[in-house]
């Protein structure tokens, strides 16, 4: 009987700080015109500034590492798409200057950290896992025109 109370009290402890860290975030926009930080948290935690940083880039690289039918049924406008099982097959579609900044992204993140690490063994030095594409796009739609 005691256990299950302590286990109850921790369990509502827990969910508390969850709801005033979720607040917190909703409650404090990073500065006027841009992204709260909640939005930057969803965009994959720490990612979400190196997103934003390396989409403000002009020469960014989108690369899109979902298979031809995911894209076709929906992708991020300007994005290169190469699925992520065919990257080093197709490298030579990638740009020469191994230190362009690249965002990578697939449909829930998954390829694109695993294409992250192919890019990297190419020597792709300067690339970002955007987690999925509906976010890269969403935070392109945020960015100042």
Known sequence: MAGRAIAWLLL????????????????????PGSQTRLALH??????????????????????????????????????VNIPHTQIE???AELPE?????????CAKGIRAQMAQGVLAKLGYANVVNG???????????QLPQ
Request: glycine residues 8%; proline residues 5%.
């Open 89 to 91: 097959a197709r490298a």
């Open 12 to 31: 509502a402890g827990s969910l508390c700080i969850l709801l005033r860290t979720a607040l917190n975030f909703v409650a404090s926009p990073t500065k």
């Open 97 to 105: 200057d191994s230190s362009t900044p690249v965002v990578v992204f």
């Open 42 to 79: 969803a965009r994959g935690g720490d990612e979400g500034p190196e997103l934003v940083e390396q989409l403000l880039k002009p020469d960014v690289v989108l690369l899109d590492v979902r298979t031809a039918e995911e894209y076709a049924d929906g992708h991020v406008d300007g994005s």
């Open 131 to 141: 987690m999925t594409w509906i976010q890269v796009q969403e935070t392109i739609d």
